[in-house]
């Protein structure tokens, strides 16, 4: 026991210094006030919090749960059927698949996201084959709208969810899926009462991946949404730097982590229930 406490020490301590430490910093400034300047007093206020009930910043916050939702929800849509077929597929076709889904990380983020403009502006790429082809007689305006905030979400955070449920499909002991055909299982009872609980860890560890990554995520609602996309981490960049408002910026910092841990827990809690239920309907 001892032993291992000793091997979680560097662990804690990590997590300490560049968790805990920087959240009570956070924490500490988002309880001060500042002045006409924007220049920080050590004065306690909770203004901050009292400033993120205003209705706009609670739309602001509520859009983006929403969109971080879409977000994770169709990503795990996709990305189960692929993470499915790629852990039941020959070797071969398993090291193509995972390094089709690797490929976007070896390209810089911004230059992944600008790309999707060239693709979706009134001249871009999409606009242009339509217009060619007659389906449309003008172009559409695609660029700078809530849809192509969202799948650029998606598209920058599929691999997110398809390797943690590809490891849960993989790592699953394949001789279950034998005794359920031998008892006469049909292969959707098989997949539901076996394959699906199986692969859950990395459902729910791919629906958080996703989820944090997109709701703290400002620089895809920045390149695709324009001024008509606002996100709460668009918010806390502007308060720490165009507005001076650090207590503000702050403060909407330790809502959104305090409500993320929120849904995550959540979540875990249902795909816990789902699952007890899913061994109740079993036995």
Same mark, same amino acid.
């Given at each position: 026991m001892?032993?291992?406490?000793?091997?979680?020490?560097?662990?804690?301590?990590?997590?300490?210094?560049?968790?805990?430490?920087?959240?009570?910093i956070?924490?500490?400034?988002?309880? $001060?006030?500042?002045?006409?300047?924007?220049?920080?007093?050590?004065?306690?206020?909770?203004?901050?919090?009292? #400033?993120f009930?205003?209705? $706009?910043? =609670? &739309?602001?916050?509520?859009?983006?749960?929403?969109?971080s939702?879409?977000t994770? %929800?169709?990503?795990?849509? =996709?990305?189960?059927?692929?993470?499915?077929?790629?852990?039941?597929?020959?070797?071969? %076709?398993? #090291?193509?698949?995972?390094? @089709? %889904?690797?490929?976007?990380?070896?390209?810089?983020?911004?230059i992944? #996201?600008?790309?999707?403009?060239?693709?979706?502006?009134?001249?871009?790429?999409?606009?242009?084959?339509?217009?060619?082809?007659?389906?449309?007689?003008?172009?559409?305006?695609m @660029?700078?709208?809530?849809?192509?905030?969202?799948l650029g979400?998606?598209?920058?955070? =599929?691999?997110?969810?398809?390797?943690?449920?590809?490891?849960?499909?993989?790592?699953?002991?394949?001789r279950?899926?034998?005794?359920?055909?031998?008892?006469?299982?049909?292969r959707?009872?098989?997949?539901?009462?076996?394959?699906?609980?199986?692969?859950?860890?990395?459902?729910?560890t791919?629906?958080? $991946?996703?989820?944090?990554?997109?709701?703290?995520?400002?620089?895809?609602?920045?390149?695709l &949404?324009?001024?008509?996309?606002?996100?709460?981490?668009?918010?806390?960049?502007?308060?720490?730097?165009?507005a001076?408002?650090?207590?503000?910026?702050?403060?909407?910092?330790? =809502?959104?982590? @305090? #409500?993320?841990?929120?849904?995550?827990?959540?979540?875990?809690r249902?795909?816990?229930?789902?699952?007890?239920? %899913?061994?109740?309907?079993?036995?």
């Amino acid at each position: 026991m001892n032993r291992n406490k000793l091997l979680l020490t560097p662990v804690l301590l990590w997590m300490a210094l560049f968790l805990i430490v920087p959240m009570l910093i956070v924490i500490g400034i988002s309880l $001060l006030q500042r002045n006409a300047l924007g220049q920080l007093q050590f004065s306690f206020s909770i203004e901050g919090y009292k #400033t993120f009930f205003d209705p $706009l910043y =609670i &739309g602001i916050y509520w859009d983006t749960i929403v969109l971080s939702v879409l977000t994770t %929800v169709i990503c795990l849509l =996709i990305s189960y059927p692929m993470a499915y077929y790629i852990a039941n597929a020959s070797p071969r %076709v398993q #090291t193509w698949g995972l390094l @089709l %889904v690797t490929v976007p990380f070896w390209i810089n983020f911004l230059i992944r #996201t600008y790309a999707w403009v060239l693709l979706l502006r009134t001249q871009g790429v999409v606009n242009t084959l339509l217009l060619e082809t007659g389906l449309i007689a003008e172009p559409l305006q695609m @660029l700078y709208t809530p849809g192509a905030v969202l799948l650029g979400m998606v598209y920058n955070f =599929i691999p997110f969810m398809v390797l943690p449920i590809y490891v849960a499909l993989e790592q699953m002991d394949k001789r279950l899926l034998d005794a359920a055909s031998d008892l006469g299982a049909s292969r959707w009872k098989a997949f539901r009462y076996v394959t699906l609980p199986q692969s859950r860890s990395g459902m729910m560890t791919g629906c958080v $991946l996703v989820y944090v990554s997109t709701s703290g995520m400002f620089v895809v609602s920045d390149i695709l &949404g324009g001024a008509k996309s606002s996100m709460l981490s668009n918010i806390i960049q502007a308060q720490f730097q165009g507005a001076r408002n650090w207590p503000f910026g702050a403060a909407l910092s330790v =809502i959104f982590v @305090l #409500t993320s841990l929120v849904m995550i827990l959540l979540f875990n809690r249902a795909m816990q229930a789902r699952h007890l239920n %899913v061994k109740e309907g079993r036995s």
